[in-house]
């Protein structure tokens, strides 16, 4: 599209050239100055045509290195991301800690790709944890492990989770698959975020807070799981698992009181 838009800026440009420059005949002229006339529009004519063909020539060829330089540049900023998973905190020791998602669906996987993009322009340098299930298509497994890496795709039973919260409970089960992060145990701290979270800066200092801690719905003081910092620990989790057959909605005049966090604590 870029390449479209400024190949017709530059039509646009060479067709207003055109239309200024040329000396159009004039019926009081002579024959002979009317010749002229059409004889130098006939060559600007066909120069100005052989300037278009240059300049989109000379674009595409811009465009195809730009393209050919920008991967190139992201594959390097994959590299030194994923040579650096750990983050050191104010000098201390270097920690291990993750940003998580769980993904289901083709449309959340542009909010991995998002959250992965953007991990790597703001230098963050945590490991990117991505939870799916484990009948996902093929081929959006593929490109999961392609950007995170094959040992950041993480497999779970979706069921084991989902099967567990009442279907009479009033509640959105899908979002309980969010509670798999609790199980990650080799992290001290992670980050779970939802897809459509956009990183707009640094945010490694989120995993100096105390934890659990998430942020709040508008003016509700529930909390919202759309991100979240926690701290793994199996036996909470299987706390939480444990509480899932007795889950209630927590108000029912509410539209979006089906929060995990809300529920579990």
């Known amino acids: 599209k870029r390449l479209l838009y400024v190949a017709w800026g530059t039509y646009m440009a060479l067709i207003t050239n055109l239309a200024m420059n040329t000396v159009h005949p004039i019926s009081s002229r002579s ?39 920008f991967q190139n540049t992201l594959l390097e900023q994959y590299k030194y991301f994923r040579s650096t998973p750990t983050h050191p905190s104010h000098g201390a020791a270097p920690r291990r800690v993750a940003i998580v998602n769980f993904v289901e669906s083709k449309d959340q996987i542009y909010g991995v790709y998002s959250i992965q993009k953007q991990m790597m322009k703001h230098n963050i340098s945590a490991t990117h944890v991505v939870l799916v299930p484990h009948d996902m298509k093929q081929s959006f497994q593929d490109v999961i492990a392609l950007w995170v890496g094959e040992e950041n795709r993480r497999f ?41 979270i956009l990183i707009r800066t640094d945010i490694t200092h989120w995993f100096d807070y105390p934890t659990p801690c998430a942020i709040q719905a508008k003016d509700d003081l529930n909390w919202n799981s759309g991100a979240m910092v926690i701290t793994p ?33």
């Open 156 to 196: 779970v039973v979706k069921d084991e989770i989902v099967g567990k919260v009442s279907s009479k409970s009033g509640i959105w089960k899908g979002v309980f698959n969010k509670l798999w992060a609790f199980n990650l145990t080799e992290f001290e701290k992670v980050i779970v975020l939802d897809g459509d």
């Open 31 to 69: 024959l002979a100055s009317n010749y002229i006339s059409a004889t130098r529009y006939a060559g600007l004519k066909l120069k100005t045509v052989i300037s278009l063909f240059a300049s989109v020539l000379i674009l595409t060829s811009l465009s195809l290195f730009y393209n050919v330089h």
């Open 233 to 265: 620990d199996s036996m909470e989790f299987q706390q939480m698992l444990s509480r899932l057959p007795h889950l209630e909605r927590y108000d029912a005049n509410k539209a979006y009181d089906s929060d995990p966090m809300t529920s579990g604590y």
